[in-house]
Nanobody, 121 residues
Framework: QVQLVESGGGLVQAGGSLRLSCAAS????????MGWYRQAPGKQRELVAG???????NYSDSVKGRFTISRDNAKNTVYVQMNSLKPEDTAVYYC???????????????WGQGTQVTVSS
């Protein structure tokens, strides 16, 4: 079994910062790409930022320049530093990872349980 556990969400005023963490644990042979998604009420889940095992990153246009994704491969952990937060960043944030559980197992997508981020105006 594989688990992704997020932490770091909460309530912050507009212009403030938060740092989310997501740690993967369990039967893990290798982790490929990791990323953060978010889903606001009444909207579809959207990609916020992604990072390859080698550290290549990509961001949605809405967060570019404000959010920074990073990872610690030794700890199987991905982070996102969120600065200059806006009310429209309010959403449930989900961690995602492509994980192989064995040397001959295919990569599979795993999701965290989500953490609420609320930005007040």
């Amino acid at each position: 079994q594989v688990q992704l556990v997020e932490s770091g969400g909460g309530l912050v005023q507009a212009g403030g910062s938060l740092r989310l963490s997501c740690a993967a644990s369990g039967r893990i042979f290798a982790i490929n790409a990791m990323g953060w998604y978010r889903q606001a009420p009444g909207k579809q889940r959207e990609l916020v930022a992604g990072i390859s095992r080698g550290g290549l990153t990509n961001y949605s246009d809405s967060v570019k320049g404000r959010f920074t994704i990073s990872r610690d491969n030794a700890k199987n952990t991905v982070y996102v530093q969120m600065n200059s937060l806006k009310p429209e960043d309010t959403a449930v944030y989900y961690c995602n990872a492509e994980i192989a559980t064995n040397w001959n197992a295919p990569l599979a997508q795993y999701w965290g349980q989500g953490t609420q981020v609320t930005v007040s105006s």
